[in-house]
């Protein structure tokens, strides 16, 4: 499967993992390279942790590596973290994590891909965190949901931060043209905004992110969402340990995609372009040819913001965002909850490996590192009291947005076989926008396929 995607996304996981962790510099002094006072050279237990080849997470992890193994040396703890350089890219990087899994030699510390974790919890590769995470006392200052949901298969695999996903739209140009920006809350409500900006304006509606060349993005920044927004939502059978391949929810989200294409209203030609997010994202939604588009936190800072990937001028005055509609006029958004870094099951030390994971979480250092980075709203229900100045990030967008962790929609999508089922979706959403099948079609198509990739016991038709 193309990984392409998630060379935004898993950026961003990555780098605010170690952005967190860069939060330790502004607490405590770099030690000196080499240090290791405060234990004898031989009793030392050396850690590795992995992150990808690039410069922010470079930057930022050497920080934290040496601030981390400064703490323990003083505190005359024997845990030191060496840092090590993964592949730059998310396809290399993926295949690096899967073949030194199956050999026993991963990292002691790393970041795995949300995609990765179940499988990798099902064959053993990762350590449970949860005697380590759970005595912890500050444990209790995350998010309920986010704590429920850092728990894959009966695991707990690190830290969770939550993100929200929704529609960002131009307000800008559509209060320019009379288009009303008041929340959709039904597709019929979408569908009479996309209308009414085909009809009022020369830009493209709607960039929804379908087919193949989006990768498994597809799955990830939009079909989960619009699955959710329908009453019918059997997705997966926990107690049975099968996916939903065909049932009325799945038929009316396929034909959202099917409703949007037929009408012009959708970014077709830019779907299939070998990198969609940047025609869409990056190209049209800042110059205002494409006026909605689905994304979470992070695009206020990544995408368009003064250090972004495409800079919006005015960015908080020209761009809001809507929830996502559903069947039931009950409007939602998404809580996303990225969980990390993971542990090795073979770490030489699985109670320094969580120490450093631990380090990673204080709100004092997070606070410290916020003018640095700041990838997303943070994941600690203490955190606006023990950081008053959380609340003027990006215009308090991420305060914001950390307030809907409670009340926002979520969904345990990290299951066995998540990658091929997220591949399927992106085939079958190809072959709706391009008219090369129905809706119906598409459905039939991705139930055979899913059954021949995760096996038929593994499947099943509403």
Known sequence: MSES???????????????????????VPAAPAGSDAGAPAEALIELTYMTPDRELSNKVKEVAVNSFNQAMAEAGQPYRVKSVAGPATDNDLRSKLVLD???????????????????????????????????????QQYYGVLRQLAVINGSLQGLPDGSTMTWFYRKDVMEAAGISTAQPNTWEDF?????????????????????????????????????????????????ADQWVVSSPGLLKSFQVYETLAKNSWLTVDELLTPNPWEPIKYQGFPEGSILLVTGGDWQWTFDWGPDGATPIEGLLERVDRWQFPSESGQPFTYVEVNVGPQIAATTRSPEGSAEFVKHLGSPELICETMDIYIGGPIGRKDFIDRCPAYGDVVGGKY????????????????????DKFAEGIARATEAIITGSATAEAAMADFAASMAEALGQERVKSL
């Open 191 to 239: 569908y009479a905004a996309c209308d009414q900006i085909a009809t009022k304006t020369d830009a493209k509606p709607c960039g929804l992110p379908a087919a193949t060349p989006w990768g498994a993005g597809t799955f990830y920044e939009g079909f989960r969402m619009v699955w959710l927004g329908f009453d019918d939502q059997n997705i997966y059978d926990s107690a």
């Open 5 to 27: 995607v998630f060379s935004r996304r898993h950026f961003l996981k990555s780098t605010a993992l170690v952005a967190a962790a860069g939060a330790l510099a502004a607490c």
């Open 101 to 139: 899994a199956a050999a026993g030699t991963l990292p002691d510390i790393f970041g795995a891909y949300s995609s990765q974790i179940a499988d990798f919890v099902a064959a053993g590769y990762l350590l449970d965190q949860k005697p380590f995470l759970e005595a912890w006392p500050d444990w």
């Open 399 to 418: 305060l914001q947005a950390s307030q809907f962790f409670e009340t926002g929609k979520t969904y345990q999508f990290e299951q066995v076989g998540t």
